[in-house]
Each structure stands twice: as structure tokens, then as C-alpha cells.
């Protein structure tokens, strides 16, 4: 099953949202703005998760670059 994911940044957390190629809603979570726990949150999709979008304004590049380099692909 494909599966995409969305985050929503902001200064000290973020909100993720996974879905299905259906539409469906599999998760809607608040974390904490921390690799040590948005990569643990992400492993269980990670084989199916085609892509992460991530919206943000002036605190992108971290996330992005941390993801990119656990080999998420993320626009």
C-alpha cells in the first residue's frame, strides 16, 4: 500500500498526517521537534511511504535535510 505523508513545522513542534493512495487517515500526530523522535514515529511507515511534504516558513531546512538523509523523499 502507498502512503504519503504530511508535516506542518512549526518553531518547537510539528503535526504529521499519514494517509493512504485512498485518502484515508491512518495517523494525525503532535511531536516534539526532535530526530530522536519523529525518525522512531516514521520507521513503521517507512517501507510504504512514497513521499513527505513539509510546510513551514523560516525552520524547513533541518527536518528536510535530516529526512533526506535517512532517505525519506520530501518536497
Do not use: C
Amino acid at each position: 500500500m502507498k502512503l504519503y505523508g504530511g508535516i506542518d513545522l512549526y518553531s518547537k513542534n510539528f503535526v504529521v498526517a499519514i494517509i493512504s493512495e485512498q485518502g484515508e487517515t491512518l495517523t494525525v500526530k503532535r511531536l516534539n521537534n526532535d530526530m530522536s523522535v519523529i525518525l522512531p514515529f516514521l520507521s513503521p511507515y517507512k517501507d510504504n511511504l512514497k513521499e513527505l511534504v513539509v510546510e513551514s516558513t523560516f525552520n524547513w531546512y533541518w527536518l528536510v535535510d535530516a529526512l533526506m538523509d535517512t532517505e525519506f523523499k520530501v518536497h
